[in-house]
C-alpha cells in the first residue's frame, strides 16, 4: 500500500471524518487507481469508504457481509450498533428527514437551475455543499412538534446530545444543524420512499411550504 493511501486509511480512522475538499479524499474520489487501492486495503479489513455527492464529508463502515459478525445475527443486533434507543432512533429519522431531504432538494434544484444557465460552456456542474443549503431546524419548533411522541423535552435532549456526540447533528444555539455524518450513514434508498409517502408526509409538505417561502434569496451561482 502507498503512504498516501495509508496515511488516508490512518486519517480516517482516527478523526472518523474528513473533508471532501481534503487533498488526499479528493485524489481518492477522482483518481481510479488511488481508490481502488484503498477500496481494496479496507476490503480486507471489512471497511469500506463511504460518501455521496451531497454531502461534505466522507468517513469509513463496515461492509453488509461483516456486519452481522461484528454486531450480532438480525435478531440480536436490532435497529442500531450504536446504543440508542427506540425514540432516539426515531430522533434520528426525524432530523434526518427535516434537515436532509430538504437540503438534497435544494441542492439538485440549484444544480439544474446552474446547468440551464450554463449550458453554453458544457462539462459538469458541482452540487452545492452541504455547508451552502442545508438550513437546519429551530429546537423549539422541534420540542413543540415531537416532543410529546419523543420522550418530552428531557429524553430528547439526551437523545440529542447523543447524537451531536455521534456526529449526525451540531447544536448551534436554538438551531440543529447537519452534522458530518447524518448524510452518510442513513440508507437513503431504504428510508426516503417510506418517509415521504408514510408518516411525516404531511409534516415534511409543512417543512417544503416554509422553506419555499423563506428561499426568496437563491443560492449563489458564482
Known sequence: MSDDAQTLIARLLTHQTLLRKDKLVKRALSDEVFRREIDERLASCGMKLLDNVYADHVTLGLT??????????????????????????????????????????????????????????????????????????????????????????????????????????????????????????????????RVVNGALNDILKQERELAAAQDTVPLTTE
Open 64 to 193: 453488509r457481509e461483516v456486519e452481522p459478525k461484528v454486531f450480532g445475527d438480525r435478531d440480536v443486533w436490532q435497529n442500531n450498533n450504536i446504543g440508542l434507543a427506540r425514540d432516539g432512533v426515531a430522533l434520528l429519522v426525524v432530523l434526518w428527514a427535516l434537515i436532509i431531504l430538504p437540503k438534497r432538494e435544494r441542492q439538485a434544484a440549484h444544480q439544474q437551475v446552474k446547468e440551464d444557465q450554463d449550458d453554453m460552456f458544457g462539462g459538469d456542474k458541482p452540487l452545492p455543499t452541504a455547508e451552502e443549503a442545508s438550513m437546519g431546524l429551530s429546537y423549539r419548533a422541534l420540542l413543540a412538534d415531537f416532543g410529546e411522541k419523543l420522550g418530552k423535552k428531557t429524553r430528547m435532549d439526551m437523545n440529542l446530545g447523543l447524537l451531536a456526540r455521534f456526529g449526525f447533528i451540531e447544536r448551534r444555539g436554538d438551531m440543529i444543524c447537519e452534522g458530518p455524518l447524518l448524510d452518510l450513514l442513513m440508507d437513503t434508498d431504504v428510508l426516503k420512499e
